[in-house]
């Protein structure tokens, strides 16, 4: 056996075989596609590459109801070689009643500096939802701001994380790597669950 042979080999136990292989146990064409592609161009994966990202699918608990929260994380260089995770997003329909864009627009007069902004008083109490529009064109309402927010007043609870992905991409292709358990069968564990050629990336040969 080859050394690209004993290559493909090992990196296909890599690989979801209950995704990846038919009744027969032969290895799909795309497992295999992909497996020809990490060793022909040599690809090597590392902690500080921004090409990959991971999801934590959790829950929190917001005034008495539990709703499932996904956080996207990321590598974040600190300095040197120091490296350490950050939340980059989440994701949850608990933000469904914190809507991002405001229905309604609300206006500052370019005149109020004259009556000493008398009016944002009212104008802020009649229109709560819409405040951000009276903000600087920088500001930007996001998920990950009310989450902090709710989090930093107490609203909400964080119950545990349940499920844990990682997203890889690479030049023509990315995967995913999940834990997988079964009851019968070696190949378990932190396995290649999905596989997608990233077309739009792909060159015309």
């Known amino acids: 056996m080859s050394d690209k042979q004993l290559h493909k080999k090992n990196l296909l136990t890599l690989v979801n075989l209950d995704q990846f292989s ?15 592609y990490v060793i022909d161009n040599d690809i090597k994966i590392h902690y500080e590459d921004t090409t990959w990202y991971a999801k934590a699918n959790g829950s929190v608990i917001y005034e008495g109801k539990k709703y499932n929260m996904v956080f996207i ?3 974040e260089r600190v300095k040197d070689v120091i490296y350490k995770w950050v939340i980059s997003d989440v994701q949850s329909t608990l933000f469904d009643r914190f809507p991002i864009e405001p229905k309604d627009s609300i206006t500052i007069s370019p005149a109020d500096h004259g009556i000493g902004f008398m009016s944002l008083p009212e104008t802020f109490n009649l229109n709560r939802k819409s405040i951000g529009t009276s903000f600087s064109k920088d500001y930007k309402r996001s998920h ?4 902090d927010y709710l989090m930093a007043i107490g609203k909400i609870k964080m119950g545990a994380i ?23 069968g070696y190949n378990q564990g932190w396995l290649i669950n999905l596989i997608s050629p990233n077309k739009t990336e792909n060159h015309e040969k």
């Open 22 to 36: 038919n009744d027969k146990h032969e290895i799909s064409k795309l497992a295999n596609d992909f497996a020809d």
């Open 73 to 75: 994380l990321k590598t």
């Open 144 to 147: 990950l701001s009310i989450f």
């Open 162 to 184: 349940t499920k844990i992905s990682y997203f890889f991409h690479l030049h023509d292709y990315n995967f995913v790597v999940e834990r997988i358990e079964k009851e019968k």
